[in-house]
């Protein structure tokens, strides 16, 4: 406050204001709603090789969120060519690249470990090639670790490092620069011959449903997908069951509450590979259950073709169980369910699937063995 009237009073030497003391206050005071900082970058970690195409750059940031939840925060501002190689993989955040920032946001507090890849495009002038990016005004300054083979490239105004054997970048201000040149001529490469086109298919899908004593059950699915160029996926489930939620190589979908039908478009997890993943979670209300009964698990129908489908089911312990029909075959006998969810586990299994979802049909009686009623 006493800043404030000093400046008040040098403004106008010759005379004198009278300022409301509510006034005063609103200026002295924060406005409401300029809450401070909820977020920050505690680590960061830079590695890239260059080459003919850009800068491959590997990131790994540790952002850590004080309070509230869809928390974003920029990492590294680069060029609109840029091209997201690979995605970090964890539920709790995403990484998005807009207008040349990319930016991490976080669903929840605490400490988020993110490592993903990116190509930044090079400036090429004859034999030189160059990239620019920064990283923001939230993140410790870092060295960038460049790995370079020193009988293709020159690489003017980078430091070498005799004990890390390899190359290192300062950035000043935040900014990196780095240039580096090809040390021969590029030659005339013979046409490569075009490789065949690979048929969009699923060459593996693994489920795993769990039943609560109540009726509720959750089905989990993982997709993974050989393709080689983007493609269209329907995935619809059956009645009754409703889509919770969805991630495509990683990254979230928009699901609507309640829906059973999921049209994705899909692409190679990252340039010049030929796999992709598709993972979903389904929930289905059974009612409840009697002394004894049948169960009919059904499995969404996938407009690819499926190549095997394995499906673990985690069943109360109070019941017996057993295969009355389906599509899916059982895999060995009864067992105790792994990890932390209690129950029984059976194990099923389902080979070249096109037109259909896989279906478990199982009969269920209250388990007597060991009680006084057998």
């Known amino acids: ?29 924060p406005k409401v709603g300029e809450a401070a900082p909820v977020a920050g970058v505690t680590s960061l970690t830079l590695a890239g090789r260059p080459g003919e195409a850009g800068l491959w750059l590997d990131v790994e940031a540790t952002v850590r969120v004080l309070s509230g939840s869809a928390v974003s925060v920029r990492l590294l501002e680069v060029s609109p060519e840029t091209v997201v190689e690979s995605l970090p993989d964890t539920a709790d955040a995403v990484v998005t690249l807009k207008d040349g920032a990319v930016i991490a946001t976080c669903h929840a507090a605490g400490a988020h470990r993110l490592a993903f890849k990116l190509l930044v495009r090079a400036t090429r002038d004859g034999r030189r090639s ?32 005799s004990e890390w054997g390899g190359y290192v970048v300062f950035p000043v201000r935040h900014v990196y620069q780095v240039a580096w040149a090809s040390k021969q001529e590029q ?5 490569l011959a075009q490789r065949a086109p690979v048929d969009p298919l699923v060459k593996d899908a693994m489920s795993r449903w769990v039943m609560t004593l109540e009726g509720r059950a959750t089905h989990e699915v993982k997709l993974t997908l050989q393709l080689d160029r ?14 919770l939620r969805a ?17 994705i478009d899909l692409a190679p997890a990252s340039l010049g ?9 389904v929930a289905q209300d059974f009612g409840v259950f009697h002394l004894s009964g049948g169960l009919e698990l059904g499995s969404p129908r996938i407009s690819w073709p499926v190549s095997r489908w394995t499906t673990e089911a985690v069943l109360p312990k109070v019941f017996t169980w057993e295969r009355r029909g389906g599509s899916m075959e059982q895999l060995g006998v009864e067992a105790e369910a792994r990890g932390e969810v209690p129950g029984k586990a059976l ?15 199982l009969g269920y009686s209250v388990d007597l063995r060991g009680s006084y009623f057998r």
Do not use: C, W, Y
């Open 187 to 191: 030659q005339q490469k013979p046409a």
């Open 347 to 361: 194990f099923f299994t389902q080979h070249l699937i096109s037109a259909s979802g896989p279906v478990i049909s």
């Open 247 to 263: 991630r495509a190589n990683g990254v979230p979908l928009a699901v609507e509450e309640g829906t059973r039908t999921l049209t």
């Open 273 to 281: 590979a030929a796999e992709a993943t598709v993972e979903l979670a």
């Open 130 to 161: 160059s990239v620019r990016f920064e990283t923001s005004s939230l993140t410790p300054p870092t060295p960038l670790k460049l790995d370079a083979d020193d009988t293709l490239f020159e690489l003017p105004g980078a430091t070498i490092v």
């Open 1 to 29: 406050m006493s800043a404030l009237l000093a400046v008040l009073l040098a403004a106008a030497p010759s005379g004198t204001a009278t300022v409301p003391l509510g006034e005063l206050m609103e200026l002295v005071q």
């Open 230 to 243: 983007p493609g269209v996926m329907k995935i619809e489930a059956p009645e009754g069951q409703r889509v």
